[in-house]
């Protein structure tokens, strides 16, 4: 009998409806017996080794914790002192790691590495980000939402700044959680023309952020410059400029509009430092959900 495929998160599209509204069921359960002080050792003697070719502070404090609290155990693996930063094939290192562990977590530059990495692997392969997507941020932010609002389902979402990685996965998120998602990016700093066209239905693009804001229940941004653009950082300012996410910006939402991002924020850049101190930013529990939101994702994923 050949050995059963390994179920993968790579993109937020690796779940459905009902198993996304399960994850995150189950992650507010989580959290709530980790508040109570309620142990459960849903990953006894499990292994899942964490693969980082770019930093991390969030993903790799969660993760680890997440394993640590449930009874497992977490490796960290940094491309600069593995075999891998020394030219070992990703298939290789795929076929090895996987057979000494129960679960993998990889952050690369190329979405293609961890496509390859996950081909090649017998346990399940989580996407920890990617130049194109970032699945588990979004886990924590539809959380974080669902905790303070109930739901998504016909909110109005405005992404205000680059169209990259979180970009790209909240537009996944509007197709699974029924929202409308209006994206305000500078031109040239659209999302890919694929993802545009698949989500076409439930989500708008401009270059007007007050236009994106517009009413809108949640505000998100991000960096300007990611991890791998240090280079075009300067260039990159000028371009974003009037994409600040500010009190003015913020005024023209519903009054009661929340503010997310998934950190780390650079105040004064992409958003004011007013905004981060604003008692309608969640962002520092949209961080810590990041520890629920994966604990409930690894559970669902060993129990496929
Ligand atoms: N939001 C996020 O992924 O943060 P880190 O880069 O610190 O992991
Ligand atoms: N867009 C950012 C997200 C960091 C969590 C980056 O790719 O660097």
Same mark, same amino acid.
């Given at each position: 009998v050949p050995p059963k495929a390994p179920r993968h998160f790579l993109t937020l599209e690796d779940v459905n409806r009902d198993e996304l509204n399960h994850i995150i069921k189950r992650a507010i359960e989580l959290k709530a017996l980790q508040r109570q002080g309620i142990a459960t050792e849903i990953f006894k003697d499990k292994v899942l080794a964490m693969i980082f070719e770019k930093s991390s502070t969030r993903t790799r404090v969660s993760f680890e914790s997440a394993m640590a609290q449930a009874g497992g155990h977490a490796i960290f693996l940094s491309t600069k002192d593995s075999q891998l930063g020394r030219g070992e094939p990703i298939e290789d290192s795929a076929r090895c790691i996987a057979s000494m562990v129960d679960m993998v977590m990889i952050r690369t530059f190329a979405h293609a590495t961890v496509e390859r990495f996950a081909e090649y692997s017998r346990v399940p392969v989580i996407n920890g980000l990617t130049d194109d997507h970032h699945p588990c941020q979004l886990l924590a932010d539809i959380q974080t939402f669902v905790e303070q609002r109930g739901s998504l389902a016909g909110k109005t979402v405005a992404w205000v700044g680059d169209g990259n990685n979180m970009c790209q996965s909240y537009m996944q998120a509007a197709e699974l959680c029924d929202f409308e998602l209006r994206i305000a990016t500078p031109k040239g700093f659209e999302p890919w023309d694929h993802m545009i066209e698949k989500h076409k239905d439930r989500v708008s693009l401009s270059q007007d952020p007050v236009a994106a804001v517009k009413n809108a229940d949640l505000v998100v941004t991000d960096t300007w410059a990611s991890m791998g653009q240090e280079d075009e950082k300067k260039q990159r300012e000028k371009i974003f400029a009037g994409y600040q996410v500010n009190r003015e910006l913020l005024s023209?939402?519903?009054? &009661?509009?929340?503010?997310?991002?998934?950190? +780390?924020?650079?105040?004064?850049? @992409?958003?004011?430092? @007013? #905004?981060? &101190?604003? +008692?309608?930013? #969640?962002?520092?529990?949209?961080?810590?959900?990041?520890?629920?939101? %994966?604990?409930?994702?690894? @559970?669902?994923?060993?129990? %496929?």
């Open positions: 023209h939402a519903n009054s &009661d509009v929340l503010f997310m991002h998934c950190l +780390p924020a650079y105040r004064g850049k @992409e958003v004011s430092a @007013e #905004i981060m &101190d604003h +008692p309608n930013a #969640i962002v520092w529990e949209e961080a810590e959900n990041r520890l629920h939101a %994966q604990k409930a994702l690894m @559970e669902f994923l060993f129990n %496929q």
